[in-house]
T-cell receptor
Framework: DQQVKQNSPSLSVQEGRISILNCDYT??????FLWYKKYPAEGPTFLIS?????DKNEDGRFTVFLNKSAKHLSLHIVPSQPGDSAVYFC??????????????FGKGITLSVRP | KAGVTQTPRYLIKTRGQQVTLSCSPI?????VSWYQQTPGQGLQFLFE???????NKGNFPGRFSGRQFSNSRSEMNVSTLELGDSALYLC?????????????FGPGTRLTVT
């Protein structure tokens, strides 16, 4: 059961334009969402996160939007740069009654930014 | 501050063997989680350790085990290796078990089972 879904496996955009990466989730207990970026042969790098009490969080060129009613979040990168070409993972977490916290990841989307 | 380190970076083993992977978290981080990444499957959660205790476990067979030491360093062990265990194994550390949710990943150990 895929609780975090990144339905598009890849995205290609022109340098300078906006990249929009989408993510859907099914578990209503998720209350914290994160985006990670991964280059080949490296571990994922934390990009930006958002708590369920917010609907937007911005950090430089990166903005994450959360639509709780639709169980949907998106990562906007503006302007896109060739160095942004990587695999992007959406992740979600929830604290259960046992006070355990783990990250549930989507399968990732490969972003290619064309010069 | 040094990041998460994992050793070895690459490993080739034969079916039926066992393997131990090591992870040193960021200094001061007490939580260590392990993930398996395979093509097309994203990152699958294996387990989390905090204060030397396993706090959470994913849906993996008992051949996968781990432990955490008093200095927060962690090891994971896979016994009776199968071809399907070939994957990138990632370790991540975080400051707390809850509250600070961001996990910081190491470069991973690429395990190939032949």
């Amino acid at each position: 059961d895929q609780q975090v879904k990144q339905n598009s496996p890849s995205l290609s955009v022109q340098e300078g334009r906006i990249s929009i990466l989408n993510c859907d989730y099914t578990n209503s207990m998720f209350d914290y969402f994160l985006w990670y970026k991964k280059y080949p042969a490296e571990g994922p790098t934390f990009l930006i996160s958002i708590s369920s009490i917010k609907d937007k969080n911005e950090d430089g060129r990166f903005t994450v939007f959360l639509n709780k009613s639709a169980k949907h979040l998106s990562l906007h990168i503006v302007p896109s740069q060739p160095g942004d070409s990587a695999v992007y993972f959406c992740a979600a977490s929830a604290i259960d009654t046992g006070a355990n916290s783990k990250l549930t990841f989507g399968k990732g989307i490969t972003l290619s930014v064309r010069p | 501050k040094a990041g998460v380190t994992q050793t070895p970076r690459y490993l080739i083993k034969t079916r039926g063997q066992q393997v131990t992977l090591s992870c040193s978290p960021i200094s001061g981080h007490r939580s260590v989680s392990w993930y398996q990444q395979t093509p097309g499957q994203g990152l699958q959660f294996l387990f989390e350790y905090f204060s030397e205790t396993q706090r959470n476990k994913g849906n993996f067979p008992g051949r996968f085990s781990g432990r955490q030491f008093s200095n927060s360093r962690s090891e994971m062990n896979v016994s009776t290796l199968e071809l399907g265990d070939s994957a990138l194994y990632l370790c991540a550390s975080s400051l707390f078990r809850q509250g600070a949710r961001e996990q910081y990943f190491g470069p991973g150990t690429r395990l190939t089972v032949t």
